[in-house]
């Protein structure tokens, strides 16, 4: 898992025009949702959807959209922060 959630490629992401950091073969989320651990990883899709692994919560999350975000093409929509910190939230608890 060390090798999947370790920062590899630092710099703008060339499709998208934003600022992305990669592992191998998935994004690195901790600078994008601070309130994930440090070796967080996963991939947001095109329509807004997003998946990811927190090893240090212990927490998997997955969420697709019914419709693309607009403008599409730039990743996860703006929803997934508050969906994926609620979650987090709520696994603290049980």
């Not at 920062?7 to 690195?28: A, K, M």
């Not at 403008?71 to 709520?90: C, D, T």
């Amino acid at each position: 898992m060390a090798e999947f959630s370790g920062l590899r490629t630092p710099g703008t992401d060339l499709v998208t025009e934003q600022v992305n950091h990669f592992g191998l073969g998935f994004e690195y989320l901790a600078e994008q949702y601070p309130f994930l651990g440090q070796n967080a990883f996963g991939h947001s899709g095109a329509a807004g959807s997003l998946g990811f692994a927190d090893p240090a919560s212990g927490v998997a999350y997955a969420y697709t959209r019914r419709r693309f975000a607009f403008p599409s093409g730039q990743g996860a929509s703006p929803e997934n922060g508050h969906l994926a910190q609620s979650v987090l939230r709520a696994a603290a608890t049980v």
